[in-house]
């Protein structure tokens, strides 16, 4: 009778703690099955610092999926729209739509809603929601911009320029509302911290043309950046002193399908696409500190997603 196989030595746990922070971001069922081999290996990757160290190693987040709204092409009540995740990964959040909400922004892992169902009418007319855990913070509504013609709104996590974003998904947040009322730009801005909403906290005679919603804002140098009119000026709101200004970018986007960037140094940037092609445009400061425009990259479409000749 041959012996029986003798079992492999456990891994030690300093060694488990090494390898699956390397397991591929763009498959997250492989850190459930992980997690189900034993107690230890399900101890690593519950474990309060494995979010960090995993995103550390793998710096850029993977794309899980996208956010889209979606609604009834039948009705114009914008009670019938609904917030929709789009799965692009094997990840299935726990709810994959938020039914009388729409989706205006998301950073740092949180997505900003808002309840076209209940303008006017309820004091919980925006909401946090975290997709990956389904919690939802309802805040209350700030009135003063109900009577705004035209507003935008952000999220953002509450630290500063300093602020070490890998892991701030459970930290205090702020949202930012820029709108326009009584001819001039106002800001009004919620934290987490203090639970309510700040009184208007800086003011700017507005230019002829309005905000460009179609324009989702934009992070950078510790300040936010919305689209006006067309782009022919992009608002600054300055995140540390709270104040609003209007600075012109200096590159033509007047008509042009435009988006604004975040780049990898943290300074600004946008995105033009013309003709099939994308012009990614990056602000950068030179050797006496003046600040200018530069185009740091031009990418082919066509090629990148395949697109070729079409026949009928």
């Known amino acids: 009778m041959e012996p029986q196989p003798r079992q492999p030595p456990a891994l030690p ?59 009834d092409e039948n009705s114009d009540h914008f009670d019938r729209e609904f917030a929709r995740f789009v799965l692009t990964s094997s990840f299935r959040p726990p ?64 630290g500063d320029e300093k602020w070490d974003y890998l892991d701030c998904c459970h930290g205090p947040f702020r949202v930012v509302i820029v709108a326009t009322r009584l001819e001039q730009f106002n800001a009004y801005v919620y934290s987490s911290e203090a639970g309510s909403w700040s009184q208007q906290t800086s003011q700017l005679p507005p230019p002829s043309d309005g905000l460009h919603l179609a324009v989702p804002n934009a992070v950078a140098e510790n300040a936010l950046y919305f689209a006006i009119g067309y782009g022919s000026d992009l608002l600054m709101y300055d995140l540390a002193t709270q104040e609003i200004s209007a600075i012109n970018p200096h590159v033509s986007l007047d008509g042009q399908r435009f988006a604004l960037l975040t780049m990898d140094t943290g300074w600004l940037g946008f995105a033009i696409e013309k003709d099939f092609k994308l012009y990614l445009w990056s602000r950068e400061v030179g050797p006496e500190g003046d600040a200018g425009w530069t185009q740091s990259r031009v990418m082919d479409l066509k090629k990148l997603l395949l697109i070729g000749p079409r026949s009928y």
Not at 32 to 44: E, G, I, M, S
Not at 123 to 142: G, H, K, Q, S
């Open 13 to 71: 746990e300093e060694l488990v703690e090494e390898i699956l922070p390397r397991f591929p971001p763009e498959d997250p069922a492989r850190l459930v099955r992980a997690a189900l081999v034993c107690r230890t290996w399900c101890r690593v990757v519950a474990g309060p610092g494995f979010r960090r160290r995993f995103r550390q190693f793998h710096r850029t987040p993977p794309m899980l999926g996208f956010l889209c709204n979606f609604g």
């Open 95 to 158: 709810r994959a739509e938020c039914h009388n909400w729409h989706v205006l922004a998301s950073r740092h892992g949180r997505v900003l809603l808002y309840s076209w169902k209940c303008e006017g009418l309820s004091d919980n007319a925006f909401a946090i929601w975290d997709p990956i855990t389904d919690e939802r913070v309802e805040l209350p509504i700030v009135q003063e911009y109900l009577n705004c013609l035209i507003w935008s709104a952000a999220v953002l996590c509450a």
